[in-house]
């Protein structure tokens, strides 16, 4: 490796000749004498010489020799919380993360002006309870000028500690350099080839609030007929957005939206058997914080079909009609009221707090009694619609992602103009939404499926008009945030008109009465009764010692709801919100003959069929195997996957790249035996 020596014949601390004899002792030395004294030379020949110098050595100083994200995966000397970060960073941001050798400590860098400047973070050892450190690396002048100020607005979008912060300070450098101008787009030429007058009127410069309804409802009535719901598409967009990540159990998130008032908090504190019940209220805004806490959905038991249903203990417990209990994250987000994408209400707060959702589940007051604002009027209030509440809070989320599109569109235009630029504007375009969760290739799937060639997009774009805008976000939200409805409040005697009419409607839509679960649980719990969730009027057991008055209600809740509907439909709205992202279930057992898990947490083996795992849509044998590592369920290197097909009791082998499909119409679960080449401790 080559060396600089800078010496003085004026340095009264080393010698002259000492620093020479230092420098002989060096191959390829390079020599620099100076009159300065014991000190760096400050004249502007001699900094040039030692910034050649030092930016010729960069790659040897600092390596830059690339890490995958498997890499980072396998490196045990690294927290699971890191993994887990770096490993959503790069669904994300694809091609614009880069990780490097060695993977501990972690580096990585995310691009934030295309190939012109990049964050670069460094995680410590006990990162995220310590900050991770951030620097810009940019070549783009207009950057470099205002380096300070884009740290400063960085810094400032941290997330508290104990927390991940990458993905919030790298959209606030996005965010702030749109905001400032400060992009490749200052090198464009001022002949009025890239850069002309937009027209007053163009659609692009109007105001949030000016958003044409008509043209919305229009490309809402496309979407659904492009991507309709349950469509074959849906497996492969789950891969790509949302919480969790490839290789590893998923971690579903349901986040239930609505209007103030309309029962969130209840159906929640239902759904979690929350110990620490959300607050509820007939009023707006009882819920400020997202409340976050696991909750469980149903999901069919492989031991019904294998006839064993007896001799199967579910690792999670069971609920009615042969299924089994499944763990998923429940998230009660403050209540919307219209106009909250203006900023009404706790406005865009709200709407970001949706984002690590993979699927909305929508809570409607069923009963018609509680206004547009969340105003519980009684029985006074039981004309108001419904149906009109589904309408506008989809639209809120629509608007919400229309309108931060729109203000930027202006963006895509000039790279569109500007021919040397084209090849970006895609990116520009498709990075747009990105930051909600989910990797530019699905946004270009989405693209495509409107009609539109991403070949042609640089053409296509400058003759979009609104509604072309309004089909992509149509369609992306259905994509990203699939919706099912809760029309809540069942038990409610104005409800049931009001649901038969909804469910003929919108189809994807669950009576469900949250009031009605959670006082089952909570009875429960006293002792009073038992309760098998999900189940119908004969899942109620009452105790011998249970008072009067519970006997009565129990009475009444089975006339009025699970005689109705068949459930209190808490269980099921969950349940549907998961499988309509079409996940996989997979059962990792030792022998087929015995079906004996492999299992973790202290659960006998001696049961058939403890352990369940869900996947992703469309995961791999490879990814299951990665999958049971992680969960350490299994060590070493795939050998060989057999698979019980539990249909017909036959066994056979799978390949390792071979995609997990189900079979017919039933949610995706496999009996598979995974065999290593070392033993599960």
Known sequence: ??????????????????????????????????????????????????????????????????????????????????????????????????????????????????????????????????????????????????????????????????????????????????????????????????????????????????????????????????????????????????????????????????????????????ATRCEKEAAMAPHPFTTIDPNVEPGWFAVPCPSVTLQCQDECEPEHGRADRGQRRFPLLVKDVAGLVPGAYLGYGRGNAFLNDLLDADSLVHVVDASGRSDAEGVDHGKAGKGHDPLKDVEWVRQEIHMWIFCNVRAKWHSVRKRAKFAPLQPLAAERLFGLFTGYHCSQQLVAQVYESTGHRIATLPQDVLNWSEFDLHLLVACFLRVRFPIVIALNKADTAEAQEHIVRAQAALGNAVAVSARSELWLLQQQRKGHLTYLEGGGPQSIAITEHAPEDVRDQVSQLRQKVLEVYGSTGVMEVLSRAVLQRSPVFCCPVSEFTTLQSLSSGGYSTKSKLVTMMMLRPLSTVEEVHAALKNEKLVRGDLVRAEMLHISTGQVSVLRREEVLKPEGAQAATFVLRILTNKKAK
Not at 61 to 90: F, I, N, T, Y
Not at 236 to 263: D, E, H, I, M, N
Request: charged residues 30%.
């Open 1 to 270: 490796m080559k060396s600089l020596h800078m010496a003085s014949s004026k340095d009264t601390v080393v010698p002259l000749e000492e620093s020479k004899r230092l420098a002989a002792r060096f191959s390829n030395a390079e020599w620099l004498e100076h009159e300065a004294g014991h000190v760096f030379s400050q004249r502007s020949e001699d900094l040039r010489r030692l910034g050649e110098f030092l930016e010729l050595r960069r790659e040897q100083l600092l390596p830059e020799e690339l890490a995958s994200v498997e890499e980072v995966e396998a490196d045990d000397r690294l927290s699971q919380e890191q993994k887990d970060e770096v490993e959503a960073l790069a669904s994300i941001f694809m091609e614009e993360l880069t990780i490097f050798k060695p993977t501990c400590p972690v580096r990585l860098a995310v691009k934030v002006l295309h190939e012109r400047a990049s964050l670069r973070f460094f995680f410590p050892p006990l990162y995220p309870q310590v900050p991770c450190v951030c620097d810009l690396d940019s070549e783009d002048l207009g950057v470099q000028l205002r380096r300070r100020e884009l740290l400063e607005a960085v810094e400032a979008a941290r997330e508290p500690e104990g927390f991940p912060s990458v993905m919030a300070m790298v959209q606030e450098a996005q965010r702030w350099i749109e905001e400032h101008g400060v992009t490749i787009d200052q090198g464009l030429p001022s002949d009025g080839t890239a850069e002309e007058d937009e027209p007053a009127e163009a659609w692009w410069l109007c105001e949030d609030a000016q958003v044409d309804q008509e043209l919305l409802t229009q490309a809402e009535k496309k979407a659904a007929e492009l991507l309709p719901d349950g469509s074959s598409g849906s497996r492969s967009w789950a891969r790509q957005c949302g919480a969790g990540a490839y290789g590893k159990p998923w971690r579903f998130t349901v986040g239930l939206v609505g209007k103030p008032s309309a029962g969130k908090s209840t159906l929640f504190n239902a």
